[in-house]
C-alpha cells in the first residue's frame, strides 16, 4: 500500500534537496541561492541572477559579462530561427507560443556551423535567451508588426523591453523590468518548477523539461493573475467618484476604493492579488515590485494605475483582515507584477510569457540540478476505487 503524504497536492511534503531557493512563509522571506531577494533584486542585473543561479548548480565560475555576451550572441541566434517555427507565433495566447516554439528548439544547434557556443553557452543559456525572443516576437506578431531583432550589445532584460515595444528604453524602465525578471527567476517547488525536475528526472533534455514548465505556467493557478489584477484595478478606477486627479496617498482616493472593495466583498468576489498559498504575511516579492513602481514615479514616470493600485491595496488588506481576522491576506506578487508591466509599457496579454522569461533562469538552473542528482521523481498514490474482482 503507498504510504499516507501530509496532504494531496504533495502539500508539506519534501521531494527535492536543492540549493537554488528557499521559501519561508511564516517570516515572508525569498532566499535566491544565498540572497534575500529585497535586498538583491533591486541592485542585480539579469546576468548577475543567471550566474547565481547556474554556478550555484555546476561550481562554475561565471561573471555577469560573460553572460551578457553569451545571452546576446544566443538571442541573436534564436531571433534567426524565426523563420523555422511555422505557425508557432501565430497563436492567439502568448504561452501556446512560447510552448510552441521553444518546442522547436534543438540543443544540437548550439555548436551547428562550427560557431563556439557549446563550452561557451550551455543549454540553460540557450533556452534563457530564446524565451526572451519569442516572447517578445509573439507579442509583436499579435499585433500584426514585425518581429525586431536583438541588440547583443544590450543587457537581456532591457533588449527584451526593447524589442516588445520597439522603442529605445529609459535607464527607469530598463531597472524596473531587471528587478522584475529577477524577483519572479526562481521561487521553492512551485508547479512550473516541479514539472520541469520530473521530466529532467527521466534524463529527459533541457528543452523538453522547459516545455513542460511552461505548460504549466500557463494554468490560471500558478501564472494567469497578473492580468486580471489589471481588469480589477480598471473596475475600481471606473467606480471612482470626486477623485480625478487624485495623487499616490490622496485621502479621497483611498476612500473611492475603499468602496469599491466593500462591494466587491459584499458580492462574493474574490479581491486578486490578495493573498498566497503559501506566504502568510505579506509577499516580499511584492515588497520589491512596490519599491520598483515607486523608483519609476520618483523617476517621473505616470499612470493612473500607480496611484490606485496603492489605495487599493491598502483598502483591501483592512476590508480582508474586518472580514477574516484569522487569516493574514496581504498583497502578494501578482498585484505589483500587473502594475509594474503596466508602467513599463507591456500589455497584459505579455505578462505570462514575461513571467516565464525571468522563471526560465531557474527552471533550466532546477534542470540541471537534477540531471546532477540523476534521481528518478516517483511519488506514490493511494487507491480509492472498487477492489479488484
Known amino acids: ?15 527535492v534537496v536543492t540549493a537554488l531557493s528557499e521559501v519561508d512563509g511564516a517570516a515572508g522571506r525569498l532566499n535566491i541561492a544565498g540572497r534575500d531577494v529585497e535586498g538583491w533584486a533591486a541592485r542585480a542585473s539579469f546576468e548577475d541572477a543567471c550566474a547565481l543561479l547556474w554556478s550555484a548548480v555546476d561550481g562554475q565560475s561565471r561573471s555577469s559579462a560573460e553572460v551578457q555576451k553569451n545571452l546576446g550572441a544566443l538571442r541573436a541566434k534564436a531571433f534567426a530561427s524565426l523563420p523555422d517555427l511555422g505557425r508557432a507565433l501565430s497563436a492567439a495566447d502568448g504561452m501556446d507560443a512560447l510552448r510552441a516554439a521553444v518546442g522547436h528548439l534543438q540543443i544540437g544547434d548550439l555548436s551547428a556551423g562550427g560557431a563556439p557556443f557549446a563550452s561557451a553557452a550551455p543549454a540553460s543559456s540557450y533556452v534563457t535567451a530564446a524565451t526572451a525572443v519569442f516572447a517578445a516576437a509573439w507579442n509583436r506578431v499579435r499585433l500584426g508588426k514585425a518581429p525586431i531583432a536583438p541588440d547583443p550589445s544590450l543587457g537581456h532584460a532591457e533588449d527584451y523591453l526593447r524589442m516588445i515595444t520597439g522603442a529605445p528604453v529609459s535607464a527607469a524602465h530598463a531597472r524596473a523590468i531587471s528587478t522584475y525578471l529577477i524577483t519572479v ?36 493557478l500558478h501564472g494567469g493573475a497578473p492580468g486580471p489584477v489589471l481588469d480589477m484595478l480598471d473596475a475600481a478606477f471606473a467606480s471612482r467618484k470626486g477623485t480625478e486627479g487624485a495623487e499616490l496617498g490622496d485621502n479621497s482616493l483611498v476612500a473611492s476604493a ?37 523608483a519609476l514615479i520618483d523617476a517621473g514616470v505616470r499612470t493612473e494605475r500607480l496611484a490606485l493600485a496603492r489605495a487599493v491595496e491598502r483598502a483591501a488588506k483592512s476590508a480582508l483582515a474586518a472580514k477574516y481576522p ?16 503596466d508602467a513599463v509599457g507591456l500589455p497584459r496579454e505579455a505578462f505570462t510569457p514575461t513571467f516565464a522569461v525571468g522563471r526560465v533562469i531557474g527552471w533550466s538552473a532546477h534542470v540541471m540540478e537534477q540531471h546532477a542528482k540523476g534521481r528518478l521523481i516517483r511519488p506514490e498514490s493511494r487507491y480509492i476505487g472498487p477492489p479488484a474482482t
Open 258 to 294: 475603499s468602496r469599491w472593495i466593500a462591494s466587491e466583498l459584499e458580492a462574493g468576489r474574490r479581491i486578486m492579488g490578495m493573498g498566497h498559498r503559501i506566504y502568510r504575511v505579506r509577499d516580499p516579492r511584492a515588497e520589491v515590485l512596490e519599491k520598483a513602481t515607486l
Open 185 to 220: 527567476s526562481d521561487h521553492g517547488m512551485n508547479a512550473s518548477t516541479f514539472a520541469a525536475r520530473v521530466v529532467a528526472s527521466t534524463q529527459s533534455d533541457m528543452i523538453s523539461a522547459i516545455v513542460a514548465a511552461i505548460g504549466a505556467l500557463k494554468g490560471p
Open 1 to 15: 500500500m503507498a504510504s499516507e503524504t501530509k496532504g494531496e497536492g504533495l502539500d508539506g511534503v519534501v521531494a
Open 326 to 341: 484569522d487569516r493574514k491576506l496581504e498583497a502578494n506578487v501578482e498585484f505589483y507584477t500587473a502594475v509594474l508591466l
